[in-house]
């Protein structure tokens, strides 16, 4: 077990990581733009992308680096100015990553660089299929995490293993996406979105804590999605909140309306990928959560 470098890892996936990295014998250090913010598990360190400073010294040595830097793609509507700040915050901390190993002696570089990236690099696939090895989408979040993932395959250059980590909806009692989607089955009006057809891809926050620790402790390469392996309908994952909520979830919210209200951030409810966990299965990854309800359960009540 090694030191383990967590950037942007204040937020909830980044402290149930590090509370589990240590739990599992590692030392964890969390680069943070507020290291006096209280962390249950882990060192702070100031880190500035955009800057120098003592944070590149924490790389030295390192088992992994885990990169979770990124503006919030739910916060506030896609104005042009949002749209690029959503791709810049990405791209300049990897690429200050990346730029921080290059800096240091090839002997002292980090073994691995742990990238975040989403599903949405496989765009609106319809009744496809994806895994692994298909091709990207051509829609505004395909493009980021295309971006975003070439930047981090900057680190391969250097000697450092890469692994890409395409991430589901996140389901968990600290997810704000899941606590909006709930909030108009709380009202009493509850339903799917848009036609209902779209395929959702989800995953539960311990399982995707589990796939970011498998990642750091074995020699995974490239792109690994960190989905359940069951993607459902939009229709049966509103069916399945209002079960657990104990709601009605029959009031369709129309695609036009979504548009209308939301813009090109509409995308994120009616856009759909059925994505398939292939890297995670051939690892023999065992899922805590592999079903719908037993998650929704575990993230809403």
């Known amino acids: ?127 496809e299929v994806v895994d692994e090895r298909s091709t990207p989408g051509t829609c505004f979040l395909a493009t980021v995490c295309i971006r975003w993932e070439a930047a981090a395959r900057q680190a391969e250059e250097l000697g450092v293993r890469v692994a890409l980590l395409r991430t589901g909806l996140v389901l968990s009692r600290d997810s704000a996406a899941l606590r909006l989607m709930a909030l108009p089955f709380r009202f009493l009006a509850g339903g799917p979105v848009g036609s209902g057809r779209q395929w959702v891809s989800w995953i539960h926050l311990q399982d995707v804590v589990g796939l970011y620790s498998m990642a750091v402790e074995r020699p995974v390469v490239g792109p690994m999605n960190l989905v359940a392996p069951g993607a459902v309908r939009n229709a049966e994952f509103a069916a399945e909140m209002a079960r657990v909520l104990g709601r009605p979830g029959w009031l369709r919210a129309p695609a036009p309306l979504l548009r209308a209200v939301l813009g090109q951030q509409a995308d994120l409810l009616l856009h759909g990928r059925r994505v398939e966990p292939a890297v995670a299965t051939a690892e023999g990854y065992q899922y805590a959560y592999p079903g719908l309800r037993e998650a929704l359960e575990s993230s809403l009540r």
Request: charge should be positive; avoid cysteine; glycine fraction near 14%.
């Open 1 to 127: 077990m090694g030191r383990v470098v967590i950037a942007g890892g204040s937020g909830y996936i980044g402290t149930t990581l590090a509370a589990a990295l240590k739990a599992n014998g590692h030392e964890v250090v969390v680069l943070t733009r507020s290291p006096e913010v209280r962390l249950p598990a882990g060192r702070a360190v100031r880190w500035d992308p955009d800057g120098g400073g003592s944070w590149q010294k924490q790389l030295a040595g390192a088992a992994a680096v885990v990169n979770l830097a990124g503006s919030s793609i739910g916060k506030g509507p896609w104005t042009a100015a949002r749209r690029t700040e959503i791709l810049e915050s990405r791209l300049r901390a990897t690429g200050a990553l990346v730029q921080a190993i290059a800096s240091l002696p090839a002997a002292d570089r980090p073994a691995a660089l742990i990238s975040a990236s989403g599903v949405d690099y496989y765009g609106d696939r319809g009744e």
